[in-house]
Antibody, heavy 125, light 109 residues
Framework: QVQLQQWGAGLLKPSETLSLTCAVNGGSFSGYLLTWIRQPPGKGLEWIGE???????NYNPSLKSRVTISVDTSKNQFSLRLSSVTAADTAVYYC???????????????????WGKGTTVTVSS | SSELTQDPAVSVALGQTVRIKCQGD??????ASWYQQKPGQAPTLVIYAKNNRPSGIPDRFSGSTSGNIASLTITGAQAEDEADYYCNSRDSSGDRPVLFGGGTKLTVL
């Protein structure tokens, strides 16, 4: 049973850098689309970006200039960094795992069966 | 840019059937997935890949697609189904490869 365990700082000041890490426990890592999603208070889900084990990434254009997603295959972990945060970045941040990229492309499906529990990040001076 | 559109709120009487819709050009190519989210919890996948349910999801949940509209149907809604529901799909034509709908708040009366 795959589980995602995430952690990172929950309180930041404006202009600081958000840093979160997600560990993939009990399941495969290679080829899967490893994803970060956030949800501002009272609002919907926003896709931040994704990475696969090779390091290939895709980012939400609205955040691309500030986002870096990286992977540590030796630890089965992937990380999110978001620079120059403001109050608008206050949200619950989730990591999630989608199916392997080759299956997504071949079967034309995409879904997120496994999620972390979420980390509440508050940006306040 | 591409997007997925959902009605903000839908209500259903206890035991009746409700359909939650999601519209977007990406759904003409990719299957939608659906998530249930209750307050204070992470989203839970309820339907994926046309009409598949993960283990543990009741069979009153089903999915379908017609053209660029995906639907989540709950047949015989229960009180515990009251939640926010989000659709999601891949997108190969826009500037974002992954889309989420804005969410639908389901109230069970």
């Amino acid at each position: 049973q795959v589980q995602l365990q995430q952690w990172g700082a929950g309180l930041l000041k404006p202009s600081e850098t958000l840093s979160l890490t997600c560990a993939v426990n009990g399941g495969s890592f290679s080829g899967y689309l490893l994803t970060w999603i956030r949800q501002p208070p009272g609002k919907g889900l926003e896709w931040i970006g994704e990475i696969i084990h090779s390091g290939s990434t895709n980012y939400n254009p609205s955040l691309k200039s500030r986002v870096t997603i990286s992977v540590d295959t030796s630890k089965n972990q992937f990380s999110l960094r978001l620079s120059s945060v403001t109050a608008a970045d206050t949200a619950v941040y989730y990591c999630a795992r989608a199916p392997r990229k080759d299956l997504v492309s071949y079967n034309l499906f995409y879904y997120l069966p496994v999620w972390g529990k979420g980390t509440t990040v508050t940006v306040s001076s | 840019s591409s997007e997925l559109t959902q009605d903000p709120a839908v209500s259903v009487a206890l035991g009746q059937t409700v359909r939650i819709k999601c519209q977007g050009d990406s759904l003409s190519t990719y299957y939608a997935s659906w998530y249930q989210q209750k307050p204070g919890q992470a989203p839970t996948l309820v339907i994926y890949a046309k009409n598949n349910r993960p283990s543990g999801i009741p069979d009153r949940f089903s999915g379908s697609t017609s053209g660029n509209i995906a639907s989540l149907t709950i047949t015989g809604a229960q009180a515990e189904d009251e939640a926010d529901y989000y659709c999601n799909s891949r997108d190969s034509s826009g500037d974002r490869p992954v889309l989420f709908g804005g969410g639908t708040k389901l109230t069970v009366l």
